[in-house]
């Protein structure tokens, strides 16, 4: 079992950044994708960005250029630096830990909200 913690959500004014983070505890071997995905209302949950244990990543088109991921292993945490929000950001952001054999872990969501 890989237990998740989230930290960072809130509420931000377009154009401003904020910084999700996400810690894993448990069972957790070496071999592991960590990421972010995110539900806004009426909609699908949708990736936002992976990142994997050798340090490749993958974003949405949507954030491609303000958003980075990034993960500290030692500490089995995972980040997502968000600059230069929009409105459409707003969503629940989840934390998600997959596994060597696949299995999905998720955090218990963090609300991001873009407003003025």
């Known amino acids: 079992q890989v237990q998740l913690v989230e930290s960072g959500g809130g509420l931000v004014q377009p154009g401003g950044s904020l910084r999700l983070s996400c810690e894993a505890s448990?069972?957790?071997?070496?071999?592991?994708?960590m990421g972010w995905y995110r539900q806004a209302p009426g909609k699908e949950r949708a990736l936002v960005a992976v990142i994997f244990s050798h340090g490749g990543t993958n974003y949405a088109s949507s954030v491609k250029g303000r958003f980075t991921i990034s993960r500290d292993n030692a500490l089995n945490t995972v980040y997502l630096q968000m600059n230069s929000l929009k409105s459409e950001d707003t969503a629940v952001y989840y934390c998600?830990?997959?596994?060597?054999?696949?299995?999905?872990?998720w955090g218990q969501g963090t609300q991001v909200t873009v407003s003025s």
């Open positions: 448990g069972s957790i071997f070496s071999m592991n994708v």
């Open positions: 998600n830990f997959r596994d060597f054999n696949m299995r999905d872990y």
